[in-house]
């Protein structure tokens, strides 16, 4: 049989690399990076080669599942469709919307059907029940942008590529490859950073790949971030250093800022961080001296209790430093896919338009803290949850409190998931969905690409065929039967309302040059094989670079996309301020109300001595994504990865040795890991992977069941949240540590 190659963006990670698939009818030959690619350059880590082995995985569900009691039952689509509609319908009747749930996973955003055809689904439900993987991930970032910038999706990312000086705090991008920064071979541009005479510094606890790889590694006590940050702003305000440069015309509350960081003094820190006050300083006037600069943070900075703090300290260096929107500072992505922009000022950007029933969390975009959820569950009364649908999820695994989640989950009268695995979450559906695999559809990084240190597009068709429905039709007829049309309503409408949606979009916008045009005119214009790729073609077309259905001839669409297999580069990123910004000002306000409530509760914390606790924080693996490829024998081969990590002064103090049973405690849960003695890990701090915990029966992953390691999520805290974001605790867990077995103290 003749083998062709096709040419895809993979869709595992944020680092959108090329990917070069070459194929023998329907079986992957290899997988290697594409050379050619505009953006990755060839560069893959080893889970891009992993897709085909993903696409042939025995346990991947190719066919529908029913369950009842603990027997699973394949049936065909009309038939489980059939079951969701009386178990949805069911749970309405008896206890109206304000029953159901939605869980939204990860790898909604890696893929087309996830980031189009979730909204409508959650529209059907007609529920404020909305939980996601954001709640225990970038949601602070969301809030922090959302107050000072006026959209939550205008993020700045570090400008890598240009930087000279980069200040990376709780990232570990060489294992990660990177996060609300989209650069495929980040380790490459890393190294070019350092060879153009740019300076790294990472602040992590651990001394990650990244931090072995920087000229300075930091060690922070986990959670000490938001401080930390804080009080370099103080030392540029105390120095004068403050040099917002020309954006001071359009930036306001940086007096503000000055009067709020002032208590905030290197020394007054030190407990809370365990930096050195001489350090702060001298990082300070490197981050104020450098010809340009970038702050950037991630899950270690986001996933404490000071985490939108966090996030929005980062942007306030970068703004005081006149790095933030220039060139090598800390800049905005203008995607191809996105909306014409309203010029003037905008709505700006509220939480809290709704609460959660039992704790009163805030609404944050719509949503609510997935670490509620179980409580939501399990709390009887007016808008108790009983039904829950999850599309590509896992939070048994990967939210706070696993136990509770879990034990929570079996009392829903009903609950169906869409997913490629019965997982530990999904072993408590009575529907399992299961889409086509990644190579089984066409791929546009809806997300990423507003992410990404350079402007990029790329289309990917798909590689092989798909035998059963794609996502996209899976999630529009969930939401036709929750909106009560039945399972057999057409996808079609749905289908329709998305794409009609974007051209009314663009004919309404007086900034698109679609202004006032008929949009059943356009729609009849518009191409693609499948309804998900109509809608990239219209949101192309439509956006910043597109050929505006004909006005631009050489403007982008769906067809240029498919002319170029490696990818079209728009360029370098340019600035976007202050036109982008939609606050009600029009200006960037950096010194928000919330924000200084956030920051005067910090400062109760000034001065308290820190407990004696050992604080636990997590750590990812390059051959690991969250929880769900564990199932392939090439990725988990090797040594046990998922190991707690101990300095050795614990480790000599707590009479334990490498490769001992420990046992772990804290306030929720308690669990049995091995340990790995290592000065990776500073004194004081444990290390422990989350996304592992291969062990509840009913579960069907063969080869992760043999590898199964314990779920970190035993021990995160569903009772401490980030109070504006409504974001978990996932890092800075206090714990108490023993050797197990009972003979020691
Ligand atoms: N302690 C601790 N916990 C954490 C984190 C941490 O750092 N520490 N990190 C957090 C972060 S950042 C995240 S994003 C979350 C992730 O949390 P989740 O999104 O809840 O978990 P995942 O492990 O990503 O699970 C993804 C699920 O999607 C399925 N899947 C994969 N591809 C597809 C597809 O194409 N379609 C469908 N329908 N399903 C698919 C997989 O089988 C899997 O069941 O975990 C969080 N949990
Ligand atoms: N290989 C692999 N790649 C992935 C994933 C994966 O699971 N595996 N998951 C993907 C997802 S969903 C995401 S969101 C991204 C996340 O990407 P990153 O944000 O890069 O996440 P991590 O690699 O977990 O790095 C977080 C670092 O924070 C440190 N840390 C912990 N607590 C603190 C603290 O209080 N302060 C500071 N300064 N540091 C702290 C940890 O030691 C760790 O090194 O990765 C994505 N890419
Ligand atoms: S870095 Fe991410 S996008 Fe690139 S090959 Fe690995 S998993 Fe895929
Ligand atoms: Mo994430």
Redesign the pocket.
């Known amino acids: 049989m003749s083998e062709r190659t096709v040419c895809r963006t993979c869709p595992l ?3 959108t690399c090329g990917l070069e698939i070459t194929v023998r009818g329907d079986e992957v030959v290899r997988i290697r990076g594409d050379a050619e690619d505009v953006f990755s350059r060839g560069y893959l ?1 080893p ?1 891009g080669t992993t897709l085909g082995e993903l696409h042939a995985d025995p346990d991947r569900l190719r066919r529908p599942l029913v369950r009842r009691g603990s027997d699973w039952r394949e049936v065909d689509w009309d038939e489980a469709f059939a079951a969701v509609e009386g178990g949805l319908n069911g749970v309405i009747e008896r206890h109206g919307r304000g029953a159901l749930a939605a869980y939204l996973g ?1 790898p909604n955003v890696h893929n087309l059907a996830g980031s189009l055809y979730v909204r409508p689904l959650l529209a059907s439900l007609g529920t404020r029940g909305v939980f996601s ?1 954001s709640t225990v ?2 949601m602070p970032k969301h809030v922090s942008c959302g107050l000072v910038f006026g959209n939550p999706n205008l993020i700045p990312v570090p400008d890598l590529d240009r930087t000279d000086y980069l200040l990376m ?5 060489l ?6 920064c989209t650069a495929p071979d980040f380790p490459g541009r890393l190294r070019a950073l350092r060879r153009r005479g740019g300076k790294l510094v990472v ?4 001394r ?1 790949r ?2 072995r790889v920087a000229d300075e590694h930091l060690p ?6 938001a401080a930390w940050l804080l009080a370099l702003a103080n030392v540029l305000v105390a120095e004068g250093r403050v040099a917002p440069g020309e954006a001071a015309a359009w930036i306001e509350g940086i007096e503000r800022v000055g009067v709020l960081v002032e208590p905030f003094t290197p020394e007054a820190v030190v407990s809370l961080t365990g930096i050195a006050a001489e350090t702060t300083r001298r990082i300070a006037r490197e981050l104020a001296d450098a010809p340009s600069a970038a702050v950037y ?8 209790e000071f985490g939108t703090l966090a996030a929005w300290a980062v942007d306030v260096l970068n703004a005081l430093t006149g790095n933030l929107d220039r060139p090598g500072g800390a800049m905005f992505p203008l995607a191809a896919h996105s909306r014409p922009r309203v010029p003037g000022p905008g709505r700006g950007f509220q939480t809290g338009r709704w609460h959660s029933r039992v704790r009163g969390f805030p609404e944050v975009r719509s949503e609510l803290p997935v670490a509620a959820l179980a409580e939501e569950i399990e709390t009887p009364g007016e808008g108790q949850i009983r039904a829950l649908v999850t599309v590509s999820g896992n939070p048994v695994l990967s939210t706070p409190n696993g136990a509770r989640l879990e034990a929570a989950l079996a009392g829903l009268e009903f609950m169906v998931s869409v997913d490629v695995y019965r997982n530990e979450t999904a072993r408590h559906a009575d529907v399992i969905l299961p889409p086509p695999s990644a190579l089984e559809r066409s791929h546009y990084d809806l997300a990423f690409y507003g992410l990404a240190v350079r402007n990029v597009a790329n289309w990917s068709p798909p590689v092989f065929e798909a035998s059963g429905p794609s996502e996209a039709e899976i999630l529009a007829r969930l939401a036709l039967v929750a909106a009560g049309q039945g399972a057999g309503a057409d996808a079609a409408a749905v289908d329709e309302m998305l794409l009609v949606g974007v051209l009314q979009g663009a004919v309404a916008s007086p900034a698109s040059p679609l202004h006032g045009r008929d949009p059943a005119e356009l729609r009849g214009l518009v191409e693609g094989d499948s309804p998900e790729d109509r809608v990239v073609d219209a949101m192309l077309r439509t956006g910043p670079y597109g050929d505006q259905f004909g006005a631009e001839p050489e403007g982008l669409s769906l067809a240029a996309l498919r002319r170029q297999p490696h990818g079209v580069d728009l360029g370098p990123l340019e600035p976007q301020l202050p036109g982008a910004l939609r606050t009600p000002s029009g200006r960037v306000e950096l010194a928000p109300e919330p924000i200084a409530r956030e920051v005067a509760r910090l400062r109760g914390r000034l001065g308290r001595e820190p407990g004696t606790e050992l604080l636990l ?10 929880s769900w490829m564990h199932n392939l024998p090439s990725l988990v081969s090797g040594k046990d990865r998922c190991t707690l990590q101990v300095h050795p002064d614990d480790a000599a103090r707590l009479g334990l040795t490498d490769g001992d049973a420990a046992r772990v405690a804290s306030r929720v849960g308690k669990l049995e890991a091995p340990v790995e003695v290592t000065e990776d ?1 500073m004194p004081g701090v444990v ?1 422990l992977p ?2 592992w915990g291969h062990t509840r029966p009913g579960s069907a992953l063969r080869v992760a069941a043999a590898h199964p390691g314990v779920n970190s999520n035993l021990l995160t805290d569903e009772s401490v949240l980030d109070p504006l974001s409504g974001n978990a605790t996932l ?2 867990i206090p714990i108490t540590l023993e050797r197990a077995g009972g003979d020691v103290g």
């Not at 705090?169 to 991008?173: H, K, R, S, V």
């Not at 602040?203 to 651990?206: A, F, I, L, N």
């Open positions: 990670c944020e680092a880590c889970k990860n993987a991930d970038q705090l709780g990232a570990n991008p294992d990660s490859n990177g996060s609300l602040v992590d606890p651990r990650s990244t931090a922070i006590r986990p959670g000490g971030d943070g991630r899950i270690g900075t986001h996933t404490v924080v997590g750590r990812r693996h390059v051959r690991s994504n969250n890990v290390s989350h996304g890092n800075a």
